[in-house]
């Protein structure tokens, strides 16, 4: 697939590449294609793992397209099935995420990684959340982000408008790992490659329970897990998978995961 959104399938590992000179800004057109591609991603039983990342050295994604709005894209729009930039909205999304960021990220852009969940950076990639300086609220960083990093450098980083580096970020914990720029994606593939070797129904039980414990109780969250009540709990503990982890183990051998 090729436009806006590059894609790229090989080895049950998606591939989704942003390329909108000169910046890689969002626009509507682009949020409906990155959701329309996420959830073919989600829905494909040979889909394992996906990387987002972005063409050029100089910017991973600014955000919104401010030049589309200036000519009638609505800020209040339908950005499509999956929200801003394809993911945050994107309901029952649980297969692991990598985003390999190679430059600039704020804004809107920055938030599309924080969908993710893992964040892998170039060592020249710089971050903020520059929309205090516009009148604006980061809406869903607001959301996000001081559940991810110590509140008071979350609520700084929000209020300011500042920019860190990759160091900086990585400090803070929103940043996994810090890469040379040409070895990005070398690793976002070795840890995409490993991700998607593991059990895929574990993967999706794992990205389910993390994403409905945010409004519950430590108490209610396990016992919604041990009383099989989310549904991808309910496929693993019915799974052959399962049996074949136990399987596997007892005969000193690798499993071969089925996803079913």
Known sequence: MSGPIETKKEGGILEVTLNRPKANAVDLATSKIMGDVFREFRDDPEMRAAIITAAGEKFFCPGWDLKAAADGDDVDGD???????????????????????????????????????????????????????????????????????????????????????????????????????????DRARELAKLIASGPPLVMAAIKEVVRDAEDKKFQDMMNRVTKSQLKTIETLYNSEDMKEGFNAFAEKRDPVWKGK
């Open 79 to 185: 950005y499509g099935v999956g929200g801003f930039g394809g993911m945050q909205e994107l309901p029952h999304l649980n297969k692991p995420v990598i985003a390999a960021v190679n430059g600039i990220c704020c804004g809107g852009g920055l938030e599309i990684a924080l969908s993710t969940d893992i964040i892998l950076a170039a060592d020249h990639a710089t971050f903020a959340l520059p929309e205090i300086r516009s009148g604006v609220i980061a809406d869903a960083a607001s959301i996000k982000l001081p559940k991810r990093i110590p509140y008071h450098i979350a609520m700084e980083l929000l209020m300011t408008g500042r920019w860190l580096d990759a160091e900086e970020a990585h400090k803070w914990g929103f940043v996994n790992e810090i890469v040379p720029a040409d070895k990005l994606m």
